[in-house]
Nanobody
Framework: QVRLVESGGGLVQPGGSLRLSCATSGIIFSANTMSWYRQAPGKERELVARITVGGSTNYADFVKGRFTISRDNAKNTMYLQMISLKPEDTAVYYC????????WGQGTQVTVSS
């Protein structure tokens, strides 16, 4: 059974930092490109960052230079380090991968507010 479990969200002030984690089970983690998406209230879900099997990364323009995606294949876990957070980063952040269909975690809420 595939499981993607996000954690690390919370309330942070503008300019603050958070580190999200995505623990996986039921998949061959090291053989899959992994992604972070987010969805803000009233908006469509959007890609934040992606990391390939080989460790290559891609970022949405709105997070470049502020967010860093990484993976630990030994722990079957993906991370998203977020710095210089802005109120517009407020959203539910989802871990995801694609294998004959897209799989999603349950999401973790990130709220950036003073």
């Amino acid at each position: 059974q595939v499981r993607l479990v996000e954690s690390g969200g919370g309330l942070v002030q503008p300019g603050g930092s958070l580190r999200l984690s995505c623990a996986t089970s039921g998949i061959i983690f090291s053989a899959n490109t992994m992604s972070w998406y987010r969805q803000a209230p009233g908006k469509e879900r959007e890609l934040v960052a992606r990391i390939t099997v080989g460790g290559s990364t891609n970022y949405a323009d709105f997070v470049k230079g502020r967010f860093t995606i990484s993976r630990d294949n030994a722990k079957n876990t993906m991370y998203l380090q977020m710095i210089s957070l802005k109120p517009e980063d407020t959203a539910v952040y989802y871990c995801s991968y694609y294998s004959s269909g897209r799989y999603w975690g349950q999401g973790t809420q990130v709220t950036v507010s003073s």
